[in-house]
């Protein structure tokens, strides 16, 4: 029972974050969307401990910015994207260590690619159609990145390194359509679940990559 008990207080934070706290008290909000990713942190640490190896400190780090941008996202997008972004390149030097070319791996580049064009197509000309054209460039290059980074967890084998990728493409990707292009109804609550678990299985992959 008591391997559970950090999984399980993950889940009761994020639970009272995302359906409790009300979003006209900032402070109080921002503190209470950190917690679940301090305790997810946690967890990822205790699976570095138990697989002794220090490559997977490079993924844990990835969390970390990761939690960086959920602070900094809420006081200013740029700063948050780019905090995400370097979390996603560190996402994707910890997957490189791990990589093993699979049928999977490459039969997952089309699709992968054709939900990039998409995606970028209808958010990119809703960026620059709302005159926040200056955030094209970002935007364009975050969507590749996370993508690579969704390929790169492909390449590793590791069913929840994979799970934990698609689920963060899924949550910016309601992220994005319901700030650039239109309104998503509850999507704060698509937002963070998804966004939640993808970062908990990440962690929770640790546990499974072959020993460096």
Not at 65 to 94: E, Q
Not at 181 to 200: G, K, R
């Amino acid at each position: 029972m008591q391997r559970y008990m950090l999984p399980i207080f993950i889940l009761l934070t994020s639970v009272i974050y995302i359906f409790f706290i009300p979003n006209d008290l900032e402070a109080l909000k921002i503190f209470c969307k950190l917690i679940p990713m301090w305790l997810i942190l946690v967890y990822a640490y205790q699976q570095i401990r138990l697989h002794q190896s220090q490559t997977l400190w490079i993924i844990w780090w990835g969390l970390f910015f990761c939690m960086l941008g959920d602070g900094l996202i809420s006081r200013s997008f740029i700063l948050g994207l780019l905090a995400f972004l370097i979390g996603h390149l560190i996402y994707i030097a910890g997957f490189f260590r791990f990589r093993r070319l699979s049928s999977l791996a490459l039969m997952v580049i089309l699709p992968l690619g054709v939900y990039g064009v998409v995606m970028g197509y209808y958010v990119l000309d809703a960026v620059i159609g709302e005159q926040t054209s200056g955030l094209a460039l970002p935007v364009l290059i975050y969507i590749l990145v996370i993508l690579f980074m969704c390929w790169m967890a492909f390449l590793t084998r590791n069913v929840w390194a994979i799970l934990g990728s698609i689920l963060f493409v899924i949550s910016d990707s309601f992220l994005s359509w319901n700030m650039f292009v239109s309104h998503v109804p509850h999507s704060d609550i698509f937002i963070m679940a998804t966004y939640y678990a993808a970062q908990f299985m990440i962690a929770h992959s640790l546990r499974f990559f072959p020993k460096t």
